[in-house]
């Protein structure tokens, strides 16, 4: 197959190659009318002409390109959404995402560090699946953007989600609704999630504002699954009457799954003896339970928007403090008044 040139667009546009390739190459000419601009592009489009993406990126040194290095979210559907913002800004802006997922293999991430390097991207964000505070690793271009993530010395343009105030926000649905014997059902302190002091954080703020003594019987810790909230709702749930909650503020989705297992095995119902909120807004299953779940939601998709356009230049950040992207409570039907009859 015979490669159509700059020459062919020339011939069939009547004008000279120094004129299609400005036109082509975006260089701005006042002495290019733009009736000839107009006239190159439909020659270009009618030919089949295709820049010589290589031969352009060393005039312009640009690749169009940029690189995401990431754990696991392109395999993860629940963090997935977070390559969807980013991809859908750089598509705009007329850019492709290099996505390389290490799978937390030090050795891949190194080697996906040094091929981006090589193919002279244009800019670069490292990626997390869930938030976390990373170490920054060796070779990182000190102007890539962070994403889900914040890095131990301050130093770099960084999101994450605002964690302390989406808790804030889950438990004043609880309050609102009438509720005072509130639990919280947290993540076990091994697993060291900075989401889980920061919600914890939100959770007491919320209590002291509405004049609620903290009863440490009503934090109750486990693994972040659906098991784990299953079996913490279900202690929490055999404590005196008077003493038991009226409303669970669970960590996750998951958790706020077995919390509604826990319930309905005791012949409680959702609502109407047990109100619970979740976090995530977590595919598949906040929307899916019975009845659909009230949430906090991660903002995977606007934080993988804002990450982009600062990779890319189309928005300042200060590499002083990550950007706190907000958590928008959804509202579902898994909240009600206390009843008077079960602890309220």
């Given at each position: 197959m015979t490669r159509v040139r700059m020459s062919?667009?020339?011939?069939?546009?009547?004008?000279?190659t120094a004129t299609v390739s400005m036109v082509l190459n975006g260089v701005n000419s006042t002495r290019i009318s733009p009736q000839t601009q107009q006239r190159v592009r439909d020659a270009a489009e009618a030919v089949g002409y295709k820049p010589n993406s290589v031969a352009r990126s060393l005039r312009?040194?640009?690749t169009r390109m940029v690189g995401l290095i990431s754990d696991t979210i392109a395999s993860t559907p629940f963090a997935g959404r977070m390559l969807a913002g980013a991809n859908d800004v750089a598509r705009e802006q007329g850019h492709l995402v290099i996505l390389v997922d290490t799978e937390h293999d030090a050795a891949a991430e190194r080697q996906a560090l040094h091929a981006l390097s090589g193919q002279q991207v244009d800019a670069m964000i490292y990626a997390c699946m869930w938030h976390q505070v990373v170490e920054v690793p060796d070779g990182l271009p000190a102007d890539a953007v962070l994403l889900?993530?914040?890095p131990i010395t301050a130093d770099r343009a960084a999101v994450v989600p605002d964690e302390r105030a989406g808790g804030i926000a889950a438990v004043r649905e609880l309050v609102a609704a009438g509720h005072r014997r509130i639990a919280f059902l947290?993540?076990?302190e091994r697993f060291g999630l900075v989401a889980s002091r920061l919600r914890h954080e939100g959770y007491l703020e919320v209590l002291a504002e509405a004049g609620i003594e903290p009863d440490s019987a009503l934090h109750a810790r486990a693994e972040p699954v659906a098991g784990g909230g299953r079996d913490a709702a279900g202690r929490l749930l055999e404590l005196p009457a008077g003493r038991r909650p009226t409303a669970m503020f669970c960590f996750n989705d998951r958790m706020?799954?077995?919390?509604?297992?826990?319930?309905h095995h005791r012949g409680l119902s959702v609502p109407g003896d047990?109100?619970?909120v979740g976090y995530d807004d977590q595919q598949l299953v906040a929307a899916e339970l019975d009845p659909p779940l009230t949430?906090?939601?991660?903002?995977?998709y606007e934080m993988g928007r804002w990450a982009m356009e600062v990779a890319l230049g189309l928005r300042p950040a200060d590499p002083a403090e990550p950007h706190l992207m907000p958590c928008p409570v959804i509202r579902r039907a898994s909240v009600g008044p206390p009843p008077a009859a079960f602890g309220g």
């Open positions: 062919d667009v020339a011939a069939r546009a009547g004008v000279s312009t040194q640009q889900d993530c914040a947290d993540a076990e706020a799954m077995g919390a509604y297992a826990a319930a047990l109100s619970v949430t906090i939601a991660l903002p995977h």
